[in-house]
């Protein structure tokens, strides 16, 4: 894809790229009832989480119209609700536990967060994430 791009994932295993955020193109399907609630970019691939059943799936591209896809078992307690890009890895985020991937297709084990006063603020039903180009204009 070119810089700057756009990404959407939401319910029934939706996923779908855009170029300017307007114009919504390769739309991906996945199973109903399963539930993408994270997305982040990193490493020049898109990487999106979602809950299934007991599950964890995660999906993966590098050029917003092929998907690879991979799942875990999540115990149906173990649901990443947020992704971030960090230090070359991306870390998966639920109410009490992180964990690590160099891919975005294989996890290592969950971490226990640090115990908290306040819960996680909750799931959300679709995310959305621009990737932009780095200063210098290089990937």
């Given at each position: 894809m070119s810089w700057?791009?756009?990404a959407a994932a939401g319910e029934d295993g939706m996923r779908c790229c855009s170029k300017d955020g307007k114009t919504w193109t390769d739309g991906q399907g996945g199973k109903d009832g399963q539930l993408y609630s994270a997305i982040v970019f990193g490493k020049g691939q898109c990487v999106a989480?979602?809950?299934?059943?007991?599950?964890?799936?995660?999906?993966?591209?590098?050029d917003g119209s092929t998907w690879k896809t991979a799942s875990f078992d999540a115990?149906?307690?173990?649901?990443?609700?947020?992704?971030v890009f960090f230090n070359d890895q991306f870390i998966g985020v639920g109410s009490t536990f992180?964990?690590?991937s160099d891919d975005g297709l294989k996890w290592e084990p969950r971490r226990?967060?640090?115990?908290?006063?306040?819960?996680w603020p909750g799931s959300?039903?679709?995310?959305i994430c621009r990737r932009?180009?780095?200063a210098g204009?290089?990937?």
């Open positions: 700057p791009a756009f989480a979602a809950r299934f059943g007991g599950s964890v799936v995660s999906a993966v591209t590098a115990q149906y307690a173990y649901y990443i609700g947020a992704l992180y964990m690590s226990n967060l640090p115990e908290k006063k306040d819960g959300r039903h679709a995310s932009q180009r780095p204009g290089r990937r």
